[in-house]
Nanobody, 123 residues
Framework: QVQLVESGGGLVQAGGSLRLSCAAS????????IGWFRQAPGKEREFVAA????????YYADSVKGRFTISRDNGKNTVYLQMNSLKPEDTAVYYC????????????????WGQGTQVTVSS
């Protein structure tokens, strides 16, 4: 069974930090890129960051570049999203997803998704 499980969300003040984790089963994870997306209330889901299987190449939305860092530990089947200098506009449910096919990491396709973790940034 394919599973992606996010954790690490919570409530933080503006300027603070959080680290999200995306834990995957072995078959889900090995050989695949992983992306992070977020969806705020009343808004479309948007791309946040992604990382290739090797971890050599990363991609970021302009809105988080310089503040967020994506990384992965293939030995632990886990991808991380370190979020620093958080802003109220970063408030959203954050999802990780497995990249499939050969399309753009910014667009997809992504075929398996986690259930999401809530991040709330207070001003």
């Amino acid at each position: 069974q394919v599973q992606l499980v996010e954790s690490g969300g919570g409530l933080v003040q503006a300027g603070g930090s959080l680290r999200l984790s995306c834990a995957a089963s072995g078959r889900t994870f090995n050989g695949y890129g992983i992306g992070w997306f977020r969806q705020a209330p009343g808004k479309e889901r948007e791309f946040v960051a992604a990382i290739t299987w090797s971890g050599v190449t990363t991609y970021y939305a302009d809105s988080v570049k310089g503040r967020f860092t994506i990384s992965r530990d293939n030995g632990k089947n886990t991808v991380y999203l370190q979020m620093n200098s958080l802003k109220p506009e970063d408030t959203a449910v954050y999802y990780c997803a497995r990249k499939s096919g050969t399309g753009s990491y910014y667009i997809g396709p992504y075929d398996y998704w986690g259930q999401g973790t809530q991040v709330t940034v207070s001003s």
